[in-house]
RNA sequence: GCUGAUGUAGCUCAGCUGGUAGAGCAACGCAUUCGUAAUGCGUAGGUCGGGGGUUCGAAUCCCUUCAUCAGCACCA
């Protein structure tokens, strides 16, 4: 009996049944033949080894395939764990998992003996020597049974337990190499020498199936490619990356420090602070165009207040406590139920609603010491807050008003966000059904105005689903930022109530978010983000006027006064060195403008700009340079 | 919190198997008065994260503690 296979380009060609796509790629020509990895059979992929018995579409999967990379990086995995096998015993390594992951993949093993970095070397030469041997990967689909006394006799546990929690018609399939093999559901390249590109990255402890109740194992990061450039290409990207590290350029630029006597809160240095007030200035500035109004509110309160709103239940965990004369204290780590007491503070008529009350609130909340990470993760920072006291009827517009709110504040910087909604957590308060309804209000915003959203099931705020926006940092880690949180229990729990038009009392309905989220995080993305080169508005020096020699410093601070009284950040550089050397030092500092004078442009009451990114640009008189700047500066370019 | 690594001058880092700490940059001083990414010479600067121990002797070995980093777990 024969078969139609049609290829990508739409020919069809005719085999007999039970042939394997490797013939069939084979019939394609000789490059096809060496470099073909695998393939795709009505869109799934498979092994080169897999059968056809009847008419499919097929393409192979070629080394600049899309599927490759994963194809390269899942067979790396198994090379990494048959190398370690083979270094510190087959039975003294027990394997967990061997995922492909964003950037590469890991291997998850058991071993008495911690590996260092230095291992990690070795490991990769004994993959190399695997390479080199050039085992045929081969799949065999096995039974339940096989496949547990298989590994019994392997005494793999780790795998005894993954077989045993497969469902019961799961299909097993066991990969062999050499002399090793591992349960995996493929597919694979089809020999160990065809993997040319990888390397190992780090070493690092993870739980075992993610839980912390579980024992820990040795995780084994690395990277695969299709070739050697391509891996070369990667890494340069990384150490690329890590000149961004906003704790490197913050310690350089003298933005903030952190130090032993307050371990994961932030000291911010004159430039930092600099950024943090015009980010502030700018958020003051929407605040205001958006109908907000701010407040401030108490950093300690009585305990009751917490256990009032249910924080003092699902958050006492991480949540910071003083008693002064007998009195029971907690430092805010969230502004909620501060907002809730003015809310409070007096009659509220519908006409009011909305009524948004913004905090830059400054809040704390005890991380675990394994979670601080510069200022991604502290334990003090200041939220850009805002609580919305709306009607029910007014939910989805505001939410919509907020989301346009936090779209047009990120285009300002340029930032690309994902967003993300939030249901329901396994630790929350309130009724089934205001948390379906809460859900769908958000969910429905989102499809109505056409917003890609994803989904993540259980990981809402204890007290309701929310709308997150998460920014990407300079290492591809995601932060989430901006928040609309939707909540039906804070206004239960505090009783909180508005006069409606038929003169009775009714419950509104409070919006917690944020745009910045912790201004002190964004503060470390936008380091990243700018690599430092912040934006004229945002920098922290806008211009450095720089003397030719002493002779002209009478000048350059003139100049400097000038710029300053136009309320520009200006500074002169009046060390005696060459102007060479000064330009470097203010090239490296990415200052915005620089503006050099000397014996001409005195004469001529002009300056020579110097601008970042682009150089020597000329000599402009003062009031032009000035006028340049503040322009860059209002349009917060 | 867990696993592993790291902690030496303001910064970046060197210091082999234990013999009493060094470089570059920065700072300071002097000379130089300079035109678009580093002028030269000189000076000063450290109880080697903290505590304890082993030893005749510890930056180096051991214990403990703190902080930081990578990852895991956590992230209302």
């Not at 069939?24 to 795709?40: D, E, I, R, T, Y």
């Not at 675990?368 to 200022?375: E, K, P, R, V």
């Not at 309701?464 to 206004?491: E, N, V, Y």
């Not at 002169?572 to 442009?601: F, H, N, S």
Request: proline share 5%; with cysteine.
């Amino acid at each position: 009996m024969s078969i139609h296979i049609r290829l990508p380009d739409g020919a069809l060609k005719s085999f007999e049944a039970g042939i394997s796509v490797r013939e069939v790629a084979a019939s394609l020509g000789s490059g096809v033949k060496k470099n073909g990895l695998a393939a795709k059979v009505d869109g799934v992929l498979v092994d080169l080894s897999h059968r056809l018995h009847r008419d499919a579409d097929v393409e192979i999967v070629m080394p600049d395939s899309p599927e490759a990379l994963g194809l390269y990086r899942h067979s790396a995995a198994h090379l990494t764990a048959q190398a370690i096998k083979r270094l510190y015993g087959g039975k003294a390594v027990k394997l967990g998992i061997g995922p492909v992951i964003e950037d590469g993949f890991y291997y998850d093993v058991d071993v008495e003996q911690p590996l260092s970095a230095d291992d990690l070397g070795k490991i990769e030469r004994e993959m190399e020597r695997i390479v080199a041997e050039n085992w045929p990967i081969e799949r065999r689909e096995v039974s339940r049974e096989e496949a547990l006394r298989r590994f019994e006799e392997a005494e793999e546990p780790l795998k005894l337990e993954l077989i045993r929690d497969l469902p019961e018609d799961a299909v097993l399939s066991i990969y062999e190499q050499g002399e090793f093999a591992d349960l995996c559901r493929g597919p694979h390249v089809p020999s160990t020498g065809r993997l040319r590109a990888f390397k190992l990255m780090s070493v690092a402890g993870a739980y075992w199936r993610g839980d912390s109740n579980n024992k820990m194992l040795q995780r084994l990061y690395g990277t695969a490619f299709a070739s050697k450039p391509e891996l070369d290409d990667h890494i340069a990207r990384l150490e690329e990356a890590k000149k961004r590290d906003h704790r490197k350029i913050g310690k350089e630029q003298e933005l903030f420090l952190f130090s032993e006597e307050a371990p994961g809160m932030p000291f911010y240095l004159p430039n930092g602070m600099t950024i943090r007030n015009e980010l502030e200035q700018f958020s003051r500035q929407m605040l205001a165009e958006h109908d907000y109004e701010e407040v401030r509110t108490p950093f300690m309160m009585n305990r009751r207040l917490w256990e009032e709103s249910g924080h003092w239940e699902h958050y006492h965990e991480n949540m910071y406590f003083s008693e002064v004369d007998d009195v029971p204290f907690a430092l805010k780590p969230m502004n909620c139920p501060g907002h809730m007491l003015i809310f409070k503070n007096r009659i509220r008529s519908y006409r009011e609603l909305p009524i948004r009350l913004a905090e830059f609130g400054q809040v704390h909340r005890h991380e675990y010491s394994g979670a601080l990470s510069g200022m991604m993760r502290v334990r003090t920072f200041c939220q850009d807050d805002a609580h919305l006291f709306v009607r029910p009827d007014q939910i989805e517009e505001e939410i919509g008003r907020t989301i346009d709110l936090i779209d047009r504040m990120y285009k300002v910087f340029g930032f690309e966000y994902k967003i993300e909604l939030s249901t329901r957590p396994e630790q929350s308060m309130g009724a089934e059904e205001l948390w379906e309804q809460a859900e769908n209000a958000l969910r429905s915003v989102l499809v109505e105005r056409g917003v890609p959203f994803r989904l993540n099931e259980g990981d809402g705020a204890f007290y309701g689903p929310k709308i997150d926006f998460h920014i990407r940092d300079a290492i591809k880690r995601s932060w989430q930022c901006g928040t609309i949180q939707l909540d039906f229990q804070m206004p239960e729990k505090f009783e909180l109530s508005y006069v409606d038009e038929s003169n009775r009392k009714a419950r509104p309905v409070v919006i917690h978010r944020a745009v910045y989220g912790s201004i002190d995080r964004f503060v470390g993305i936008l380091t990243e983000h700018y690599a430092g080169a912040f934006p004229i508005w945002l920098s922290p020096v806008q211009a450095t006027v720089l003397p030719v020699s002493d002779k002209f410093a009478e000048y350059a601070v003139r100049t400097k006064k000038q710029l300053r009284s136009a309320g520009i950040r200006a500074d002169a550089d009046l060390r005696d060195e060459k102007l060479g050397y000064k330009i470097r030092e203010a090239q490296l500092r990415k200052t915005p403008y620089m503006l050099i004078v000397g014996e001409q442009e005195e004469k001529a009451g002009t300056a020579s700009v110097r601008k970042r990114g682009e150089g020597d640009v000329g000599r402009y008189g003062l009031d032009e340079v000035q006028a340049m700047m503040l322009e860059d500066i209002r349009l917060k370019v």
